[in-house]
């Protein structure tokens, strides 16, 4: 995985000679990057297939953000 500092995303974003800043799918602000797609703030998880993997899969889902 490759992480980007905020300069670094800044100057990536003004290579992109279409990028719209109203777009639906991805903003930029002061804060950092941010999604405004009414469904970007959601995600679907799946319960484990097995039983005695539910107290990690609650584990994982309860450090999520």
């Known amino acids: 995985m490759q992480v980007l500092s905020a300069e670094e ?3 990536w974003f003004q290579g992109c000679e279409d ?3 109203g777009a639906d799918y991805v903003q930029a602000g002061e804060d950092g990057l941010f999604y405004t797609h009414p469904e ?3 995600f679907g ?3 484990p297939a097995k039983l005695e ?3 990690f899969f609650a ?3 309860a450090t999520i953000g």
């Open 9 to 11: 995303v800044a100057k």
């Open 19 to 21: 990028f719209e800043p």
């Open 40 to 42: 970007a703030n959601c």
């Open 45 to 47: 998880l799946e319960y």
């Open 53 to 55: 993997r539910f107290p």
């Open 59 to 61: 584990h994982c889902v």
